[in-house]
């Protein structure tokens, strides 16, 4: 099993607003997962459903003519299996997202050989990725809010920070070189 460590940085709701390309809350729905063409980590890619866009925007992809354009999670995890072999890479500190789930989810372009954006893929900014139960945030980094300072556990009260930190934003919502 190969694992890689995720780790939070300490940060507030406002700076992960403002360092993050997108805040969504959306469904995430077909999940693939695959080995990356290096041949060196099990990503898994999710199609977002967005829901409401909290913060930021999104850059849907259409892949092929005909089809609708849609927006993708990529995650350094997954199962998949090569010659018989069954080939696990997990999360250490965060939970694996479930398919047919709502999240709210603070998200960063995805790079390939770690420069060049991959156009409508991201990652997640900070391991903040939160499942919606209700009126309640849950959040899948292992230490639960520690890492997010000011954050509560009410979708309603995170909803009306991420919309003041968005209201002092400028028209650019990721920092260069970030």
């Known amino acids: ?9 300490p940060m507030s709701l406002d700076d992960m607003t403002r360092r993050s390309t997108a805040v969504v809350e959306g469904i995430l729905s077909n999940a693939r997962t695959y080995i990356d063409e290096s041949d060196t980590d099990v990503l898994t890619d999710f199609e977002i459903i967005p829901m409401r866009v909290l913060a930021g925007s ?13 927006v993708v999670l990529r995650v350094n995890a997954g199962e998949v299996e090569r010659n018989g ?10 939970e694996m997202p479930i398919v047919n789930t709502t999240y709210v989810m603070f998200l960063q372009p995805a790079t390939s050989d770690g420069a060049k954006p991959v156009p409508g893929v991201y990652r997640l900014f900070n391991g903040a990725i939160f499942e919606r139960a209700g009126d309640r945030l849950v ?21 009306a920070k991420i919309a003041a930190a968005r209201a002092t934003m400028g028209p650019q919502t990721n920092p260069p070189g970030r």
């Open 139 to 159: 959040p899948l980094a292992q230490g639960g809010f520690g890492a997010f300072r000011g954050m509560t556990d009410r979708y309603a009260d995170v909803a």
């Open 58 to 70: 999104l850059t849907p992809v259409q892949v092929a003519a005909g089809a609708r354009a849609t």
């Open 1 to 9: 099993m190969l694992v890689r460590l995720i780790e939070t940085m």
């Open 85 to 94: 072999v069954r080939i696990h890479s997990g999360l250490a500190g965060l």
